[in-house]
């Protein structure tokens, strides 16, 4: 599957999307975080590229996992890269770092 970081459809004001790039900060996130040389590979060539990226399936779980734990990437970029990846991966990408919006009680 191909994933590109370099124009990450984000949410930059309640309501208001903008293309970010965010390819090297996440790639090198990622990789001080994994003790996977695959995975590690794949983050080299994120930081390296200017475009897409391919990325083995094996790699996408454990990705997006490092993803939603990480301190250090905000919240919309974490939702940005999921629904990037979820649209694209054959496989179903279930998190929960990031939980849906809670319904409001009824009175």
Do not use: W, Y
Not at 48 to 63: I, L, N, R
Request: charged share 30%; with cysteine.
């Amino acid at each position: 599957m191909k994933i590109d970081l370099t124009k990450l459809n984000t949410e930059v004001r309640f309501g208001e999307f903008a293309p970010i790039n965010c390819a090297k900060f996440v790639s090198n996130e990622i990789m001080g975080m994994t003790s996977s040389l695959e995975l590690e590979e794949v983050c080299r060539a994120i930081h390296d590229t200017d475009g897409e990226v391919e990325m083995p399936e094996e790699q996408v779980a454990p990705f997006l996992e490092l993803v939603m734990i990480s301190d250090s990437i905000l919240a919309r970029v974490k939702r940005a890269i999921k629904e990037q990846l979820d649209s694209t991966s054959n496989l179903t990408l279930k998190s929960t770092m990031i939980a849906p919006p809670k319904k409001k009680a009824k009175n």
